[in-house]
């Protein structure tokens, strides 16, 4: 599966998820409201379950029409105005709370997953698989934003990269790979 492709046509996102993409910046956001609008997403109650395909949809209109950096941007914006439990005090559980958040907003059938494969405190790097039909550079985003939220505040460099010598959805696989560094 590529990015755009819902795993399951029985998923539904909830409307607070489809919700957060459109505020999550002020510039553009009557265009994506018309472009959910367009794909039979309109008038989005935050309590309610929506077919993912028709979000998915959506989300491929912005990657064409906008393009790809205006869904990093929202990806970045989605974790970093969330609250976080207490117990989320650390890059390594702000990473694994990812996969928690996704599913807790997904339902109905086969979703995905995001999954912390490798961290390592002391080389400061991680990796995390994104095996999810989302578009590449909005998870990049997520990830990005958890790191700078939750690095140690010693670091001063980070940097969130697709690893491209493993499978990646823009080539049609199923997952994407990221090295996360700090």
Sequence with gaps: ?????????????????????????????????????????????????????????????????????????????????????????SLEKALNAIDVAYHMNHTKGKIGSYKVTEFDEK??????????????????GIITSMLVRFKPKDSTKYNVTLDTSKETRLQGGDSCTYIINW
């Design 123 to 140: 080389k400061r790097r991680a990796v995390m698989i994104c095996d999810n039909p989302y578009p590449s550079d909005f998870d990049r």
């Design 1 to 89: 599966m590529a990015q755009f492709v819902s795993y399951d046509p029985n998923v539904k996102v909830n409307g607070q998820t489809i919700m957060s993409v459109v505020n999550a910046m002020e510039f553009g956001r009557d265009t994506r409201l018309n472009i959910l609008k367009k794909h039979g997403l309109e008038n989005i109650d935050m309590d309610e379950w929506y077919n993912q395909q028709k979000w998915l949809d959506a989300f491929k209109e912005i990657y064409n029409n906008i393009g790809e950096n205006t869904l990093y941007i929202i990806g970045k914006a989605i974790p970093s105005n969330a609250k976080f439990p207490p117990e989320i005090d």
